[in-house]
């Protein structure tokens, strides 16, 4: 059974920091694009950030450019995203999900799923 775990997130103040992690297992994703997508209440899911298989290219979200570390570590089937100098706007669940094909930058080119993990940044 493929699944995608992802983990990390909860409730900072505006400025603070989160790391968050993305757990693999039940197919080798170390061949795969991985991104990080965010949804908040009432609006579409939307890209943050992706990262080639090797680790090497990276891709962000303008607002989060800056701001927002992504990384993999392909022997612990993991990938991650640093968040820091966070501030409200960020508040979504957050989901890493593995590319199938098309865009990087489009939810609908990814075939697996996280269940998601709440990212709440008060003011």
């Known amino acids: 059974q493929v699944q995608l775990v992802e983990s990390g997130g909860g409730l900072v103040q505006a400025g603070g920091s989160l790391r968050l992690s993305c757990a693999a297992s039940g197919r080798t994703f170390s061949r795969d694009f991985m991104g990080w997508f965010r949804q908040a209440p009432g609006k579409e899911r939307k890209f943050v950030a992706g990262?080639?298989?090797?680790?090497?290219?990276?891709y962000y979200e303008d607002s989060v450019k800056g701001r927002f570390t992504i990384s993999r570590d392909n022997a612990r089937s993991s990938v991650y995203l640093q968040m820091n100098s966070l501030i409200p706007e960020d508040t979504a669940v957050y989901y890493c999900?593995?590319?199938?094909?098309?865009?990087?930058?489009?939810?609908?080119?990814?075939?697996?799923w996280g269940q998601g993990t709440q990212v709440t940044v008060s003011s």
């Open positions: 990262i080639n298989w090797r680790g090497g290219t990276t």
């Open positions: 999900a593995a590319l199938l094909s098309g865009d990087y930058n489009r939810w609908d080119s990814y075939k697996y």
